[in-house]
C-alpha cells in the first residue's frame, strides 16, 4: 500500500516532469521562431513620432549573448579569408523609392568568402522586396557582412545574411512590406531547397508584426518546414554546393538564445544586382 508520503512524492515527480516538457517545448519553439525572424527594430507611432522598439531575441544585449555562448567544439573552416572592408552603418528613414520595373528580370550575385552564390529575383511577385534588395546591395549595405545564422536541423535548413552588424539585430532603418506569401511553392508549410526569403519580426499572433522585414534575408539550402509569412523574393541558380559546404562545417549554437552562427567564415565580399 501506498503511504501518503510516498504519493506526495511521486505527485511532486510528476508535476517536476511535466514542467520539464513545457519548459523543453517552449525553448524549441522559441528556437524554431528566433531562427528565422529577425531581430530588427519594430517601428511604432506614438504622439506622430516614431519609436523603434527592440525585440525578437531571447537573451540580454549583445554582450551578454556572447558571454551565454558555449565554446563550440569547431569543424574545419572551409571558406577564405574576408576582402578587407569594414560592414556598412548606413541607415535610412523611409523605405526607398520603387526603381525597379515589375516586368522586367533582375539577379544577384553574392560574392563570398565560401563561394559565389546567384540569385533569380522576382520584381514581379515582391517589387518591394526585391527594389529594397536591390537598392541596398547598390549601396554596399551587404557588402562585408557576416552571415550569422545557420541551422541545420529541426526541419530547418537555412543560412541567415543581410545583418552589417553580424548579430542579427541589424536593420536598415526602414521596413518593407510582407509580399507573395501565396505562391504555389510554399506547399504544404515548406519552404523548398533554392528558395531566397525576407526574414522578419512577425510572431506569429500579432497583425502588427507583419511588414516587418528589413535587410536580413535567407537562403535555403534544403527543403525546410516553415508557415508562409516570410516573402518569397528569389530563387538560387548557383552556389548550392557553396551551401551545403558551409552546412557541412556546422554551427556553434547558444542554448540561452537559440541562435547559431556558421562555423564557416562566411562573409559577403561583394553583393550585386542587375537588370538582365
Not at 506622430?48 to 558555449?70: I, K, W
Request: with cysteine; aromatic share 6%.
Amino acid at each position: 500500500m501506498v503511504s501518503k508520503d510516498q504519493r506526495r512524492r511521486q505527485l511532486a515527480r510528476e508535476k517536476y516532469e511535466r514542467q520539464q516538457q513545457r519548459r523543453s517545448a517552449a525553448q524549441q519553439k522559441t528556437r524554431r521562431r528566433n531562427v528565422i525572424i529577425a531581430s530588427v527594430a519594430a517601428v511604432a507611432l506614438a504622439a506622430g513620432a516614431a519609436v523603434y522598439v527592440s525585440a525578437g531575441l531571447a537573451g540580454g544585449s549583445d554582450q551578454e549573448d556572447r558571454a551565454a555562448a558555449p565554446t563550440p567544439s569547431r569543424a574545419p573552416d572551409p571558406c577564405e579569408r574576408p576582402a578587407k572592408g569594414s560592414p556598412s552603418k548606413k541607415t535610412w528613414p523611409k523605405e526607398p523609392a520603387m526603381a525597379v520595373d515589375a516586368s522586367a528580370s533582375y539577379t544577384a550575385k553574392l560574392t563570398t568568402t565560401c563561394g559565389t552564390i546567384g540569385i533569380k529575383l522576382d520584381a514581379g511577385k515582391a517589387p518591394h522586396t526585391v527594389n529594397s534588395f536591390a537598392f541596398l546591395a547598390g549601396q554596399g549595405y551587404f557588402d562585408h557582412s557576416r552571415c550569422h545564422r545557420l541551422v541545420t536541423d529541426q526541419g530547418l535548413y537555412v543560412l541567415q545574411c543581410g545583418d552589417p552588424k553580424g548579430t542579427g539585430r541589424g536593420t536598415p532603418g526602414y521596413t518593407i512590406p510582407d509580399e507573395n506569401l501565396k505562391d504555389p511553392r510554399l506547399k504544404g508549410g515548406v519552404y523548398p531547397a533554392g528558395t531566397v526569403a525576407m526574414a522578419n519580426r512577425y510572431d506569429g499572433t500579432h497583425e502588427k508584426t507583419r511588414d516587418s522585414g528589413g535587410s536580413q534575408f535567407f537562403l535555403v539550402y534544403r527543403d525546410s518546414k516553415l508557415p508562409p509569412n516570410y516573402t518569397p523574393f528569389g530563387t538560387i541558380t548557383g552556389g548550392m554546393d557553396v551551401l551545403q559546404k558551409i552546412a557541412k562545417a556546422g554551427a556553434a549554437t547558444d542554448p540561452q538564445t537559440g541562435n547559431s552562427a556558421p562555423n564557416a567564415t562566411v562573409v559577403i565580399d561583394k553583393a550585386s544586382v542587375r537588370k538582365s
